[in-house]
């Protein structure tokens, strides 16, 4: 009787004593493990630090060697390069999506098939790249037998065309994020506008361009800002796997830079300096999506 | 072909159009999903090759059928135990941001308290900052804390990674949830802990079914931290363990591609058992 009495009288005090109970074991891990580590590379920055002895205070010395590091401007052109994957992300998954959508020929094969790149590990495919855009590997020979072997080419041997390499793994490692994303978009739709906008004699080009692209704005909207960081944040693991930087410094990128400067040569605040630098140009780019497609207004989820 | 005029007249020529686009469109999408399946078939004829077989023919059928490179990956290469390692940090990993994620996504979203808001900002906020700039103060964290070359550290880090989007997926999941529902439950006389359990994580089965999905492929396939926190053999997951195995195996392609392709047949059959739902379960957690 009396728990039932405590029951009635505070199931507000309850939640009051709950709530962040609950919320707790989150807000544990990501301060630890996340947010003090954020933290630390904001101050290492500053300093001078080769993770035996103490970090040195040294101001905004890393920022200003930062400015004249040859090889950052070299790492972040190349991230600028495999940004080139962003409007092939945003438009062509799109195209797939309304055609599985609208029931094309074979499109439960497209369907299952798509989703399959996003699933191999990116070890995984580099290694298969490795073997296959070799000097001997599948697309040579296979230029070979066909007779076009003035296409023949040390793929991985030179810059552009290793970046070229890397730049087409990426599209093809995650275009089917983005039709599964736009497809459960469509989903979401109400059938009823694309059948109407059909009635009313709009073409499969027309509906898509008045009914699906105005309906799916959120969703393009998430597929720019992903794929916007992805190919400024998550290309380590290719640059690592398929040319290791090489040849020479031609395929660095920011974070393959951070993970030398940090592993390779111990200079941990500097490689703090340019953590906090690509976080920034990350975060400046996220608003400056989200302002560019809401027209300013924020705040949509 | 009913009566409704304007739509006829314009209908036909939409069809002719799109006909002429029609089968040069599915080729090049069929193309694609072969593309799609080449690593699979590509894994599996090397890895059914013998080493001279490999050397003669890389593209075509493999003319051998030795079962030789998955005994080497399996027994020489330490693929069986890389394989334990990823099972462990895999399941250990969902275990505890099925935990964590659900429990926070219900606190942000259905429970009333003072600075609810603040602190659900603050958790999605680091989804803004991508976890690999944060590699050196990550690294020494953990030889700080004595976790490295321990299953804790990479679960632990890989909880934390990804919680900000499963809180967000959770508690955006819980807030479509109508409050009668929890109100009935109450008024059955349920306690804050029943409600949760027995009529809020029931409900939420969509939404840990996304989670469940995207948390596998990342964790499973997770590189980096993996190569910077598990170096020891006993510790180490398989896709560390693979990229190694060219090192050690590097005039042994056959057993290489057996490893990858052990490494690639969990999560391509996680992919086949949630194929089905994933559209919808992307539709209902993710674009909530």
Known sequence: MSLDIGFNRGPHN??????????LPAIALVVVFIGYPFGSIIYHSFTHWNGLEPARWIGVKNYRDLLHDSLFRLALRNNLLFAISVPVQVVVPLLMAYLIHERIPGWRLFRATYFLPAVYSTVVIGLLAQVIFASHGAVNIAFGKTGLTGLEHDWLGSGPTAIGVI???????NFGYNVVLYLAGMSTMDPQLPEAARVDGAGRLAVLRH???????????LVLVTNTITAFAYMLTYIFVVTNGGPGFD????????????????????????GVVLTLIILLFGVFQIRMLTGGKTGSA | MSAASIPEAIQPARIRAGSILRWPVVAGMTLIALSALFPLYFMTAGAFRTKLDWERSLVGWPTTTSMQAFHDAWVSGHISLYFRNSAVVTSGTIALTLITATLGGYAFSKLNWRGKSACYFFVLAWMAVPPLVLMVPIYVEMVQLHLMN??????????AINLPFNCYLMAAFFRSVPDEL???ARMDGASIHATFLR??????????????????????NEFLFALLLLSSDNVKTLTVGVLQMQGRFFYNYPALMAGLLIASLPVVGV?????KYLIRAVAAGALK
Do not use: H
């Not at chain 1, 009914?211 to 909207?221: C, K, N």
């Open chain 1, 251 to 274: 395929t660095y990128d920011t974070e393959f830079l951070i993970y030398n400067e940090a592993f390779s040569y111990q200079a941990l605040g500097y490689a703090s300096a340019i």
């Open chain 1, 14 to 23: 309850r939640e009051r004593l709950w709530g962040p109970l609950y919320a």
């Open chain 1, 211 to 221: 009914v699906y692209i105005p309906g799916l704005r959120r969703v393009i909207e």
């Open chain 1, 167 to 173: 730049l087409l793994l990426l599209i093809w490692a």
């Open chain 2, 199 to 220: 009529v809020m994580v029931p409900i939420a089965k969509p939404a840990i079914a996304t989670l469940c999905i995207f948390n596998i492929l990342y964790v499973w």
């Open chain 2, 271 to 275: 992919y086949l058992v949630f194929q």
């Open chain 2, 182 to 184: 929890i109100e009935a």
């Open chain 2, 150 to 159: 321990t299953y804790w550290s990479v679960i632990l880090l890989y909880t």
